[in-house]
């Protein structure tokens, strides 16, 4: 069985404030992907990053990076100098790489406020 | 091109009354799902369907049917709808390749009361 907890249920940060946000994951599958999708106040569910559990290197795009360290079973995700436009509840996400179909297991979100 | 798609976008039923939701996808990709989300739960598979023809059992089947009447449409029908059905309900779909991401449709809000 997977598992994907997210502690932090709600941050509220100040504009410009640096944010990491916590996904720890349990999985038995040697293989997996990860991801983190946006849901905005919009309501719908935007793909962000996919990262492969082979692949532990960090990566970093524009104001988001990510932190992967399987060793500790975690995918942290940082946005640098949050903006307003920012506030959304962010899900992290598990699935394994072998199988008939991707069933994605969701953490259940951490909403995120950004206040001007 | 347009994604996935959902239809309709807001419902309210009354318990006990049956309707079909509806989900098309103009990726051209095999696998589909059908995700239900609740406050404070994240979201929770529901069925899905692996390729044309062929459905499963997700976490929480209980009270759905689906339908895969396509490569494009996946549908799912409550048959008599309860109020712990009220939720939000999104289509996903995705290609079997090294990539494995799955893409939301717009989401159905649905209320039963």
């Known amino acids: 069985a997977q598992k994907v907890t997210q502690a932090q249920t709600e941050i509220s940060v100040v504009e410009k404030e640096d944010v990491t946000l916590d996904c720890v994951y349990e999985?038995?599958?040697?293989?997996?992907?990860l991801f983190w999708y946006k849901q905005p106040p919009s309501g719908e569910l935007v793909f962000l990053i996919r990262?492969?559990?082979?692949?532990?290197q960090n990566e970093i795009s524009g104001r988001y990076s990510w932190n992967f360290q399987k060793s500790t079973s975690s995918f942290n995700f940082t946005i640098t100098a949050s903006q307003v436009v920012d506030s959304a509840v962010y899900f992290c996400?598990?699935?394994?790489?072998?199988?008939?179909?991707?069933?994605?297991?969701f953490g259940s979100g951490t909403q995120l406020t950004v206040l001007p | 091109n347009a994604g996935v798609t959902q239809t309709p976008k807001f419902q309210v039923l009354k318990t006990g009354q049956s309707m079909t939701l509806q989900c098309a996808q103009d990726?051209?990709?095999?696998?589909m799902y059908w995700y239900r989300q609740d406050p404070g739960m994240g979201l929770r598979l529901i069925y899905y369907s692996a390729s044309e023809g062929t459905t499963d059992k997700g976490e929480v089947p209980n009270g759905y049917n689906v339908s895969r009447l396509n490569k494009r449409e996946f549908s799912l029908r409550l048959e008599s709808a309860a109020p712990s059905q009220t939720s939000v309900y999104f289509c996903?779909?995705?290609?079997?390749?090294?990539?494995?991401?799955?893409?939301f449709g717009p989401g159905t809000r649905l209320l039963v009361l």
């Open positions: 999985t038995r599958d040697t293989t997996y992907y």
């Open positions: 996903a779909s995705s290609e079997l390749n090294s990539q494995e991401t799955q893409y």
């Open positions: 990262r492969n559990s082979f692949d532990e």
């Open positions: 990726m051209n990709h095999n696998s």
């Open positions: 996400a598990l699935t394994p790489s072998s199988g008939s179909a991707r069933q994605l297991t």
